[in-house]
């Protein structure tokens, strides 16, 4: 946001420089980001002097040009070549003198310097008021008047305008200082902290009359909830021109472009006082009646850019009898605006709410300096104000006369926040004591009226151009703004206890188990928890998600049921960048309506899609698959010290195939191929192995698992295979439990590493290779020994699974 230092004295008469006032805006909290030179002409006109004709003769060599004499002051007058057609002895003109730098249109700069014109020398430039960037005319020379001085400087003829801008870096929650008044208001708060007492200047509407009542305007507003205060005026016999230099130069300052004198003054307004404005061309009104209210979805209205948009039935609009003019609060249309033609006007002030606004903006992607300001909650006590300062101007510079009552439709009016602030809140956010006198001339500075004073606090009531001031803790923070943050002392020893805190803390686990995938070549993403009401009802397990109650888009509608959503967009994002092998890993939150209440779930979501490592001349490639990711979750829960963990065949319908894990009677993951049709959805062509772990469940069972310490084995393992002949419905999982429990003592590890189903084994039928790993830690094992464990284990296979050896 930018403020004009000059418009800033018209509230505030300070003398200080720019620098020390911009420290001081900066420690109150609106944060100086910058200090910028403007000058209403490029170069202030540095050079330009007043110069006289005595001489003026034609050009030996050149038709067009003229030789002249030109008294600017000095000894000598100056012989200048021009080759203006309305140059002639006995002028004032403007002189640029040698070393002169004047500037382009364009803003490039060319210096004066001495030089020969066909034979003959000129020592500088007679000027046109374009080339000194004073008009647009280049007819010919400006001709000044008769009674100026020969030297004096064209900065003092003409009404250049010096400025000094600052760039405040303005945080959303301060909507009061959108504006040179908003500021001037924090600004005497804190001069008055450095005992400083300076009165803060308004403008007066005490003039305001109305002249005539011959245009009246109806205004009806069907929605007060969306429009709680609507004002408006008419004004008659004005005429459309060019502003005046004094009100371009306030815009052009803050980086607007002057427009037309009606224009320029309700910009001038908004920025001045901080309540946006709009004047609609009164004989475009149709039937004489301003209407506000929502259209019918689909509606078409084409804007002042001349861009055809569809309106949301939730768009609040500014109609006339028969069509829209405006989306109310963000952009006027293209039929309403104020031409040069307009000789009436219907001026528009009023207080929209701030959610509704900022929806239609999003919606049409528009932001404008009215919806910047709607948006983040404007004074609703300006609006009538406003109004009448900007009819006082738009009478001052284009005419005209006020030709109605003013209509003010405010039917429920806006009550001030009361809060009461307790001294020992005060000290304890603090810190420190702050004398009590003090607390209250800060309040009383920035307009904070003190009710009633008591041992323990104060009863305040809260202006309502403050609307991010609601609780004690605000108050707070708006005394020490202004007290100063460089004011509260700070001790050299900084004393601190050292918390006692669990193994098992939720972000010690994650670490842990963030730090064991990145080792495996995994990459941590950080998605967002909004996604599109669509994308939830496809992939959600239930359509109990909570939605937002005011959606920056319809694609960040709602809170994510589930993390698949999140994690297939980045997918897809990083393949449309020829990223395909991916490894990726989450640990995210989900949220869930249930019942009466809303509930949140951690998760952690790991994705792997393409290739676990590229082509080269050691290894050859090797595509990702469902065996990998069980390996990445096996490991996991090893790490974690989690057993006896069972899987069983999962029903997730965002899966293909797939497993889910229990441990302690809780289900704690599931994981395989995500189906084709979801992967579509996502513009995904490529196999994507998900898991989706309940990290809630898990740091609940972690917290109950008893670490096992043992010592390395004296004696050697000895290990045995098996090549078995099984049904093709029989799963590594029981020939592994079936091992296990018939052997439980000396049997250490049982591992699958071979599958055959090939053209020589009978049909239905299928081969295992099963290694058994066998180990005594107390003596070696015999021959004996070990062929009677591998003969009990495959007699049980024989029984109950029905396997043969090959």
């Known amino acids: 946001m930018k403020i004009s230092y000059n418009w800033l004295k018209q509230f505030l008469q300070i003398d200080w420089e720019a620098a020390k006032t911009g420290e001081l805006l900066t420690d109150l909290g609106l944060e100086v980001e910058g200090i910028s030179n403007f000058e209403s002409v490029k170069g202030g006109l540095n050079g330009v002097v007043v110069g006289h004709v005595l001489t003026c003769e034609k050009h030996p060599n050149a038709d067009r040009l003229k030789v002249t004499t030109v008294d600017v002051g000095t000894e000598t007058p100056l012989k200048i070549v021009c080759g203006a057609p309305n140059v002639a002895a006995g002028q004032k003109v403007p002189v640029a003198t040698i070393g002169t730098t004047l500037y382009t249109k364009e803003g490039e700069s060319w210096q004066i310097k001495k030089g020969k014109i066909r034979g003959e020398e000129s020592h500088g430039m007679i000027c046109a008021e374009d080339e000194l960037g004073l008009g647009e005319s280049h007819d010919g020379i400006m001709v000044l008047s008769e009674a100026l001085q020969p030297g004096t400087p064209c900065a003092e003829v003409f009404d250049i305008e010096n400025d000094e801008v600052f760039e405040i870096g303005l945080t959303p929650n301060r909507a009061d200082a959108m504006s040179h008044f908003g500021v001037a208001r924090d600004l005497k708060a804190g001069l008055e902290q450095q005992e400083i007492q300076k009165g803060l200047l308004t403008p007066s509407t005490s003039n305001f009359l109305i002249d005539n009542r011959s245009l009246k305007i109806d205004v009806e507003v069907m929605d007060s909830d969306l429009a709680p205060r609507y004002c408006g005026v008419t004004i008659s016999n004005l005429i459309v021109q060019e502003s005046p230099d004094w009100l371009k130069n306030r815009l052009k300052a803050i980086g607007l472009s002057p427009i037309n004198n009606v224009v320029d003054v309700t910009n001038y307004v908004l920025h001045e006082l901080g309540q946006p404005l709009h004047a609609f061309d009164a004989a475009k009104i149709k039937g004489s009646k301003i209407e506000v209210k929502t259209l019918p979805a689909g509606t078409k209205f084409i804007t002042l850019d001349d861009v055809e948009r569809e309106l949301h039935q939730d768009d609040l609009m500014i109609c006339d009898s028969d069509n829209p003019m405006c989306i109310a609060g963000v952009f006027g249309g293209v039929n309403s605006g104020v031409t040069e033609h307009t000789s009436a006007i219907f001026l528009e002030s009023a207080y929209f709410d701030p959610v509704s606004i900022r929806k239609s903006a999003k919606r049409h992607g528009l932001n404008t300096d009215a919806s910047f300001r709607f948006e983040r909650g404007i004074d609703i006590n300006m609006t009538e104000y406003a109004l009448k300062r900007a009819a006082l101007l738009i009478k001052e510079i284009a005419g005209g006369d006020i030709s109605s009552e003013v209509v003010d439709l405010y039917p429920k009016k806006v009550q001030e926040r009361h809060v009461f602030l307790t001294f020992d809140k005060i000290n304890s956010l603090i810190g420190q004591e702050i004398p009590r006198d003090t607390i209250k001339s800060i309040l009383s500075s920035l307009e904070i009226k003190v009710n009633n004073v008591t041992e323990s606090g104060l009863g305040l009531t809260i202006p309502n151009y403050r609307v991010d001031v609601e609780r004690e803790v605000d108050v707070i923070e708006e005394i020490l703004r202004v007290y100063g943050y460089n004011n509260i002392d700070y001790k050299e020893k900084l004393t601190a206890s050292i918390a006692q805190t669990s193994k098992f803390e939720n972000h010690r686990i994650q670490d842990v188990v963030a730090n064991m995938l ?289």
């Open 518 to 806: 990145a080792a495996q070549g995994f990459y941590e993403t950080m998605t967002n928890s909004l996604v599109a009401s669509e994308t939830e009802q496809r992939l959600a397990s239930d359509t109990n998600s909570v939605g937002m109650l005011n959606p920056l888009s319809a694609d960040l509608s709602v809170l994510r049921t589930q993390m698949l959503s999140s994690g297939l967009q980045t997918i897809a994002y990083n393949i449309n960048r020829q990223k395909n092998d991916l490894q990726l890993f989450e640990f995210g939150k989900t949220y869930h309506k249930v019942a009466d209440k809303n509930e949140e779930n951690q998760h952690l979501s790991l994705f792997v899609t393409g290739e676990r490592n590229r082509n080269s001349w050691a290894v050859g490639s090797r595509t990702t698959d469902f065996f990998y990711l069980k390996g990445t979750l096996t490991s996991i829960f090893e790490r974690l010290g989690l057993k006896d963990i069972k899987s069983a065949p999962t029903n997730e319908k965002v899966l293909s195939e797939g497993l889910s894990y229990s441990c302690g009677g809780k289900q704690i993951a599931s994981f395989g191929l995500v189906s084709k049709s979801i992967l579509k959805a996502f513009d995904i062509k490529q196999e994507v192995f998900y898991a989706d772990l309940d990290w809630d469940a898990i740091l609940g069972l972690i917290s109950t698992q008893n670490v096992v310490f043992q010592e390395i084995p004296k004696y050697p393992e000895v290990s045995r295979d098996l090549a078995l002949l099984l049904d093709e419905k029989i799963s590594f999982q029981q020939v592994y439990d079936l091992a296990w429990s018939t052997e439980k003592k000396l049997l250490k590890n049982v591992n699958l590493f071979d599958v055959y189903l090939g053209k020589k084994l009978p049909e239905g039928k299928k081969s295992y290779a099963v290694s058994f790993t066998l180990l005594d830690e107390k003596k070696t094992l015999t021959d004996k020994q070990i062929d009677k464990i591998m003969s009990k284990v495959m007699t049980r296979y024989q029984k109950e699974l029905g396997a043969e050896l090959r």
